[in-house]
C-alpha cells in the first residue's frame, strides 16, 4: 500500500532509483535511494567502497506501522550531499505482508538492503525508529551488519517489556495496564478514516502536546495507511520481543534520542540501552517531545545523522 501525504515537508521525496532486494525467505523489500547515486553496488564499474569523492551513505529503517515517507524530512535534508537509502519493512508501504512475523526477518531484511544497496566493504551511518532501532539491535551480530555499519542512531526505541512498560494507557503499571495496553495496540480494529479524532487520539499516544498540527497530520496519515492485519502480526511480535542480549552485541558508535513525553517507548528503555551499549556516544532526551521523534525534532535527528557521518566515516577516509 502507498503512503499519501499532503504537500510541504513531510511530503515524501521522490527517490534517485528505486529497486528491490530479496530477503533470505523471499521477500521483495522496497527500496529507494536518495541523492548522489553511483551504479548497483553490485554491478560491474561500482565505485570502491567509500572512495574519494563519493557520498557518504544512510540508511534509514522505519518503525511499526510507518513506511519511508515517515523520513522525509532527514531524507530532504540529508540528500543534497548524502546517498540515503530508506526501505519499507515487510508488509509496510510498498513491501508485501509475509506469513510470518519475527525479529530475525527485520535483520534478515536490513542485510538484503545493506548487500543490495552498499559495495562490499562500505561503510553506513543506520539510524531506526522505534522497530527500526529494534532492527538494528537484532542484527547486530550478523556478519553483513557488521561489514557495513560505521555507527548507528537507535530513536525511540527499546529492547524488551515494551507492553508492560508502556504508558499509553494512564494508570498505574501493574497487569491490568499491561494487559489493557495490549489489547489496544494489538487491536485488529480498522483506524479509518484521518478525521480529528483520529488525529487527537494519535496525539496523545505517540506525539508530544507541542506538535504542530502538520507534524500529527503528516504521522496519522502513515500510520493509518498501514494495513490493519500488519498492524496486528507485527503487535505481536513487539509484545514478546527481547533483544536485551543483541544490546550488548551492538559493538559500533551508537547515539541514543528519546522524547521526555514518549509513552510507546518511555525514556526508561533509552536509559536502559544507553547502558548496556559497548559505545553509546550519547543519550539525548528532549523535553516535552513524544514518540515520533524524527518528525517532532527533525533538525536534531537529522543532525545527529549527520555528526555521526562526519565522525565515523568521513574522518575515517581522510585519516
Not at 530479496?22 to 521477500?27: E, I, K, L
Not at 548496556?276 to 535527528?301: I, K, R, S, W
Amino acid at each position: 500500500m502507498t503512503t499519501t501525504v499532503a504537500p510541504g515537508a513531510y511530503a515524501a521525496p521522490v527517490p534517485t532509483r528505486v529497486l528491490t532486494a530479496r530477503s533470505a525467505d523471499g521477500t521483495a523489500l522496497h527500496v529507494e535511494v536518495h541523492g548522489p547515486d553511483n551504479a548497483p553496488a553490485n554491478a560491474p564499474g561500482t565505485a570502491p567502497a567509500n572512495a574519494p569523492g563519493t557520498a557518504p551513505a544512510v540508511v534509514l529503517a522505519h518503525g511499526w506501522t510507518c513506511s519511508t515517507a515517515f523520513w522525509a524530512a532527514q531524507i530532504r535534508a540529508l540528500s543534497a550531499d548524502h546517498r540515503v537509502i530508506a526501505y519499507d519493512q515487510r508488509g509496510h508501504g510498498r513491501t508485501p505482508a509475509s506469513p510470518a512475523c519475527s525479529a530475525d526477518l527485520l535483520a534478515d531484511d536490513l542485510e538484503a538492503v545493506l548487500t543490495a544497496t552498499l559495495a562490499p566493504g562500505e561503510k553506513a551511518v543506520i539510524a531506526g525508529h522505534s522497530m527500526g532501532g529494534m532492527t538494528i539491535m537484532a542484527a547486530s551480530a550478523r556478519p553483513v551488519f557488521r561489514d557495513h555499519a560505521a555507527a548507528v542512531l537507535l530513536c525511540s526505541t527499546g529492547s524488551s517489556r515494551l507492553v508492560a512498560e508502556s504508558t499509553v494507557v494512564p494508570i498505574r503499571a501493574g497487569r491490568l495496564r499491561t494487559w489493557l495496553t495490549g489489547h489496544i495496540l494489538g487491536s485488529r480494529a480498522p483506524l479509518g478514516p484521518v478525521t480529528p479524532v483520529a488525529r487527537r487520539v494519535l496525539k496523545y499516544a505517540t506525539m508530544g502536546a507541542g506538535s504542530a498540527p502538520h507534524m500529527v497530520e503528516a504521522c496519522a496519515r502513515i500510520v493509518h495507511a498501514c494495513p490493519r492485519r500488519v498492524r496486528h502480526a507485527w503487535s505481536n511480535v513487539l509484545h514478546l520481543l527481547d533483544l536485551d542480549h543483541a544490546v550488548r552485541e551492538l559493538r559500533v558508535p551508537a547515539a541514543v534520542i528519546v522524547g521526555s513525553a514518549d509513552r510507546m517507548t518511555p525514556p526508561v528503555h533509552s536509559r536502559r540501552i544507553a547502558e548496556a551499549l559497548p559505545q553509546c556516544v550519547g543519550l539525548t532526551e528532549l523535553p516535552g517531545l513524544g514518540h515520533m521523534t524524527p518528525v517532532e525534532a527533525p533538525e536534531l535527528v537529522t543532525g545527529t545523522i549527520r555528526d555521526l557521518v562526519t565522525t565515523h566515516i568521513a574522518m575515517k577516509e581522510g585519516a
